[in-house]
């Protein structure tokens, strides 16, 4: 007989996804799917602020039958709120790389430890996985 994986109730999930930094963007997340991104790097500082855009990050954590699976990529989150993806400049590869390399070992024991879920690439990953990855 198999046991039913248990999720912790939505309300904190995203309490503590929240308290884990300023990555969770709870518009676009729901219930089985959590959206976090990150505005890591300014593209043109000397806009005003409402019309700047960043290099940064951004990943989708979906629920799956033993816990989450994740997919992220890198790119340009325009002055539409938009992100649009794309390679990073070599000035700001290793800013934006950073902030993701810091925030998985924060996500990493909420959700196996804490949660004792798992947390697995997507099959669909294009990107190496986060556990993988580090700064050159």
Request: charged share 20%; aromatic share 14%.
């Amino acid at each position: 007989m198999t046991t039913a994986t248990i999720f912790p109730p939505h309300g904190r999930l995203m309490s503590k996804l929240t308290a884990i930094g300023p990555y969770l963007r709870e518009k676009k997340s729901q219930p089985q799917r959590f959206f976090f991104d990150c505005l890591a790097s300014c593209v043109n500082a000397e806009k005003d602020p409402e019309l700047r855009e960043f290099w940064g990050w951004w990943l989708v954590m979906t629920a799956t039958d033993s816990g989450y699976e994740y997919e992220y990529d890198f790119g340009r989150y325009n002055a539409a709120g938009e992100w649009v993806n794309g390679k990073l400049p070599a000035k700001h590869h290793d800013a934006v790389l950073k902030t993701l390399v810091d925030f998985y070992p924060k996500l990493t024991p909420f959700i196996v430890d804490e949660c004792q879920l798992t947390l697995v690439p997507a099959a669909t990953l294009t990107q190496t996985p986060l556990a993988e990855l580090s700064i050159k």
